[in-house]
């Protein structure tokens, strides 16, 4: 399967490298609808920038099992 063109997304990523610019430390939480390119556009941006990063998909579940799941990663 051929991989998808990876277009219009140039403000998105330039804001994830403003906001690892800052000095202190933070989070940055990405939501939004299903199936438009949140998880690819954390993945092209990450191996772009050649920091660390960690990436995490909270899974559809009660909060406690999410909570659980992030804390067994």
Partial sequence: MAKAAFVH???ELA??????RRAEPGLVLVYGRRRVGKSTL????A????LPTFYWESPRSTA???RASLLHE
């Fill in 42 to 45: 954390l993945q092209h941006w």
């Fill in 9 to 11: 997304r140039s403000q």
């Fill in 15 to 20: 804001d994830l490298t403003r906001l690892t």
């Fill in 64 to 66: 406690d099992n999410v």
């Fill in 47 to 50: 191996q772009q920038s050649g």
